[in-house]
């Protein structure tokens, strides 16, 4: 199997974009943005998981199999969080 | 032949150390019986006790703190300690590997860790009992009282996430071993149908377990850090905890009954020498359960305040879930049409199953429809529903897969007299047991109290009456199993004239299971191959 060895220049360069992200979140929760204030924290906070899963965890270099498998438990957890929404949304 | 019992896995290991440090499937499986024949005994002596305190009005063997205890404590081991991993881990994995022809789980340490995983959960359960006063909130652990309440619940959760761990890797290592180590020649339509089963519920264990987990986890912080995530007056929601406690419970359900309907579909055909009527459409029920399963677990909350589109949605959703159980219950009668049927314990238990499940799947609906729930919400209405099911189903399933497999496992056959005095006893107080149950419902005796009216007195009088016969035979039957092991080692590799590739092997079958690579038949239900037992 291919090891996939990535070099410490990539996973550098990743760690610093989750370091800025992580200051954007901050910055962004001191601006009043009303309703929107939960989709631009949620937005980054799910790009910060993908540059996680992608690089740290080597989700990139993986077979379908298991990019398949990974991206089901995402459907399914947006699956039972959308079926909160019948009962939170029409309240 | 010598067995698995003679043959320690690793072979450097010896006496006691040969048990606790076994990477052998089947030892693993026996280690799961021990502990979990244990928790259920326990359990079921808990449910005896509560019983007999409800026998009378007022105040008969306990009073009403050690009541809450005895029936949280009922739950909780029940539920986590014996109906959820009783199926998947002491049958699925006996014989999930045998089944498809290999000669081990695809992950055997994670396989050991998940035993101790379960111990561990269990002792902790256990010193929950002990620190601080046992839990009083049910096995459900509602928000707010679960937060509030001065009693153990923190230790008790923590049970519950070790033991959900527990299970989700047992859960992993079943769909990596029907994914990967199938013996070569046996497609996906030729795997019986306790191992679709397992796998089903493998996948619900997987990815509905986690929910659990953190929801738990989250009581814990709520009393530690005071959070505030159910907190109204901090901006949470009560509700929540219930969506997401029952995002997990409901499939839950699912995972303790769907491996039970497994065993019934390998028994019925067996003992009814004719092929199972419908695999493709029970195979395909078995996922659609799983799947439609995990999307109605707000029906459980039709009185909690939720919004009337979700009590519409999730009450059309829960109707939707008894069309793959329909089926199932229609293949196995339909198999037995015509069938030449041959009347032993395991069939026997087998047939009470699917009379006790249609009962409580029935009941469902009543439940499942917004109108009627509202009525007999939380009364004992709900209490004679789910045990009709979790009892009725997956324990009597349980039963009838103890006496199928057992010459399998311990290569000795046991009295079938006592066996079926066991049943009757057992079936019998279960109906007297738990139909009064349903009438003190409909009546409006809730559930969970200590103490009742007049009025609810006799229904209280037959259901205690219906426990005491009803545990005398459960005790029976476990002895009869028991006695049986003082027997030489003498029952045949296929008593039954069974079809799946367990039955082509020794009982007790050898350390690797097989000596030679087996080869599936082009469907695993085919008796021309067999004679009559």
């Given at each position: 199997?291919?090891?996939?060895?990535?070099?410490?220049?990539?996973?550098?360069?990743?760690?610093?974009?989750?370091?800025?992200?992580?200051?954007?979140?901050?910055?962004?929760?001191?601006?009043?943005?009303?309703?929107?204030?939960?989709?631009?924290?949620?937005?980054?906070?799910?790009?910060?998981?993908?540059?996680?899963?992608?690089?740290?965890?080597?989700?990139?270099?993986?077979?379908?199999?298991?990019?398949?498998?990974?991206?089901?438990?995402?459907?399914?957890?947006?699956?039972?969080?959308?079926?909160?929404?019948?009962?939170v949304a029409f309240r | 032949m010598t067995s698995f019992?003679?043959?320690?896995?690793?072979?450097?290991?010896?006496?006691?150390?040969?048990?606790?440090?076994?990477?052998?499937?089947?030892?693993?499986?026996?280690?799961?019986?021990?502990a979990v024949m244990f928790w259920f005994i326990i359990?079921?002596?808990?449910?005896?006790?509560?019983?007999?305190?409800?026998?009378?009005?007022?105040?008969?063997?306990?009073?009403?703190?050690?009541?809450?205890?005895?029936?949280?404590?009922?739950?909780?081991?029940?539920?986590?300690?014996?109906?959820?991993?009783?199926?998947?881990?002491?049958?699925?994995?006996?014989?999930?590997?045998?089944?498809?022809?290999?000669?081990?789980?695809?992950?055997?340490?994670?396989?050991?860790?998940?035993?101790?995983?379960?111990?561990?959960?269990?002792?902790?359960?256990?010193?929950?009992?002990?620190?601080?006063?046992?839990?009083?909130?049910?096995?459900?652990?509602?928000?707010?009282?679960?937060?509030?309440?001065?009693?153990?619940?923190?230790?008790?959760?923590?049970?519950?996430?070790?033991?959900?761990?527990?299970?989700?890797?047992?859960?992993?290592?079943?769909?990596?071993?029907?994914?990967?180590?199938?013996?070569?020649?046996?497609?996906?339509?030729?795997?019986?149908?306790?191992?679709?089963?397992?796998?089903?519920?493998?996948?619900?264990?997987?990815?509905?377990?986690?929910?659990?987990?953190?929801?738990?986890?989250?009581?814990?912080?709520?009393?530690?850090?005071?959070?505030?995530?159910?907190?109204?007056?901090?901006?949470?929601?009560?509700?929540?905890?219930?969506?997401?406690?029952?995002?997990?419970?409901?499939?839950?359900?699912?995972?303790?009954?769907?491996?039970?309907?497994?065993?019934?579909?390998?028994?019925?055909?067996?003992?009814?020498?004719?092929?199972?009527?419908?695999?493709?459409?029970?195979?395909?029920?078995?996922?659609?359960?799983?799947?439609?399963?995990?999307?109605?677990?707000?029906?459980?909350?039709?009185?909690?305040?939720?919004?009337?589109?979700?009590?519409?949605?999730?009450?059309?959703?829960?109707?939707?879930?008894?069309?793959?159980?329909?089926?199932?219950?229609?293949?196995?009668?339909?198999?037995?049409?015509?069938?030449?049927?041959?009347?032993?314990?395991?069939?026997?238990?087998?047939?009470?199953?699917?009379?006790?499940?249609?009962?409580?799947?029935?009941?469902?609906?009543?439940?499942?429809?917004?109108?009627?729930?509202?009525?007999?919400?939380?009364?004992?209405?709900?209490?004679?529903?789910?045990?009709?099911?979790?009892?009725?189903?997956?324990?009597?399933?349980?039963?009838?897969?103890?006496?199928?497999?057992?010459?399998?496992?311990?290569?000795?056959?046991?009295?079938?007299?006592?066996?079926?005095?066991?049943?009757?006893?057992?079936?019998?107080?279960?109906?007297?047991?738990?139909?009064?149950m349903f009438i003190l419902g409909l009546q409006g005796?809730?559930?969970?109290?200590?103490?009742?009216?007049?009025?609810?007195?006799?229904?209280?009088?037959?259901?205690?009456?219906?426990?005491?016969?009803?545990?005398?035979?459960?005790?029976?039957?476990?002895?009869?199993?028991?006695?049986?092991?003082?027997?030489?080692?003498?029952?045949?590799?296929?008593?039954?004239?069974?079809?799946?590739?367990?039955?082509?092997?020794?009982?007790?079958?050898?350390?690797?299971?097989?000596?030679?690579?087996?080869?599936?038949?082009?469907?695993?239900?085919?008796?021309?191959?067999?004679?009559?037992?």
């Amino acid at each position: 199997m291919d090891p996939h060895i990535q070099s410490y220049k990539k996973l550098g360069g990743v760690l610093g974009v989750l370091l800025v992200l992580t200051a954007i979140t901050v910055g962004v929760s001191r601006l009043d943005l009303g309703s929107l204030s939960l989709w631009v924290a949620m937005v980054i906070a799910g790009m910060k998981s993908a540059l996680v899963l992608l690089f740290f965890m080597h989700l990139k270099y993986e077979s379908w199999l298991i990019r398949g498998s990974f991206l089901m438990t995402i459907g399914v957890l947006a699956l039972f969080i959308g079926f909160m929404f019948w009962d939170v949304a029409f309240r | 032949m010598t067995s698995f019992y003679h043959t320690p896995f690793p072979a450097r290991f010896r006496g006691v150390w040969a048990w606790l440090l076994t990477l052998d499937h089947k030892r693993i499986a026996l280690l799961y019986l021990g502990a979990v024949m244990f928790w259920f005994i326990i359990a079921i002596v808990l449910g005896f006790l509560v019983r007999m305190e409800l026998m009378t009005p007022g105040r008969t063997i306990m009073g009403a703190e050690t009541y809450n205890a005895a029936f949280t404590l009922h739950g909780v081991i029940m539920i986590f300690l014996f109906v959820i991993p009783a199926m998947p881990a002491i049958f699925g994995n006996f014989l999930l590997p045998i089944q498809i022809g290999t000669d081990d789980v695809f992950f055997p340490k994670l396989n050991l860790l998940s035993w101790y995983l379960y111990m561990l959960g269990g002792v902790l359960a256990i010193v929950s009992l002990f620190a601080d006063g046992p839990p009083d909130t049910g096995w459900t652990f509602y928000v707010p009282f679960s937060v509030s309440t001065q009693t153990n619940v923190g230790l008790t959760v923590t049970a519950a996430f070790t033991l959900g761990l527990s299970s989700m890797l047992t859960g992993l290592n079943f769909i990596t071993t029907v994914h990967r180590m199938r013996v070569p020649g046996m497609g996906w339509l030729q795997i019986p149908l306790f191992t679709w089963s397992l796998y089903a519920t493998a996948w619900v264990q997987l990815l509905a377990t986690p929910v659990l987990s953190i929801t738990l986890l989250l009581v814990v912080f709520e009393r530690v850090f005071g959070t505030g995530l159910f907190d109204p007056a901090r901006g949470g929601d009560p509700v929540l905890y219930q969506h997401l406690f029952w995002m997990y419970s409901h499939p839950a359900v699912y995972i303790m009954i769907l491996p039970g309907m497994g065993v019934i579909s390998e028994i019925i055909p067996v003992f009814s020498r004719k092929s199972i009527f419908g695999y493709k459409a029970i195979v395909g029920s078995s996922l659609g359960i799983a799947t439609a399963g995990s999307l109605v677990w707000a029906h459980h909350m039709f009185t909690s305040g939720m919004s009337d589109v979700a009590v519409f949605v999730f009450s059309f959703l829960t109707f939707i879930v008894a069309i793959p159980s329909a089926i199932k219950v229609f293949s196995w009668v339909s198999t037995m049409y015509k069938g030449s049927i041959l009347m032993t314990p395991p069939l026997f238990f087998a047939l009470c199953f699917i009379y006790l499940f249609s009962v409580g799947g029935l009941t469902g609906l009543v439940l499942g429809s917004a109108g009627t729930n509202i009525q007999v919400h939380d009364t004992h209405f709900v209490v004679a529903h789910f045990h009709f099911v979790m009892f009725g189903g997956t324990g009597f399933s349980f039963f009838a897969a103890l006496h199928f497999w057992w010459p399998k496992i311990f290569g000795r056959m046991y009295d079938f007299k006592r066996a079926y005095l066991s049943a009757l006893l057992i079936v019998t107080g279960f109906m007297l047991h738990y139909v009064p149950m349903f009438i003190l419902g409909l009546q409006g005796m809730p559930r969970r109290y200590h103490d009742y009216l007049e009025q609810f007195a006799p229904g209280n009088l037959f259901a205690g009456l219906g426990a005491l016969i009803m545990v005398p035979g459960l005790f029976l039957m476990v002895i009869n199993l028991m006695m049986s092991l003082k027997q030489p080692v003498d029952a045949p590799a296929d008593p039954w004239g069974g079809t799946t590739l367990e039955w082509s092997v020794p009982s007790p079958p050898p350390l690797h299971n097989f000596i030679e690579r087996p080869s599936p038949g082009e469907y695993p239900y085919d008796f021309s191959r067999v004679g009559t037992p």
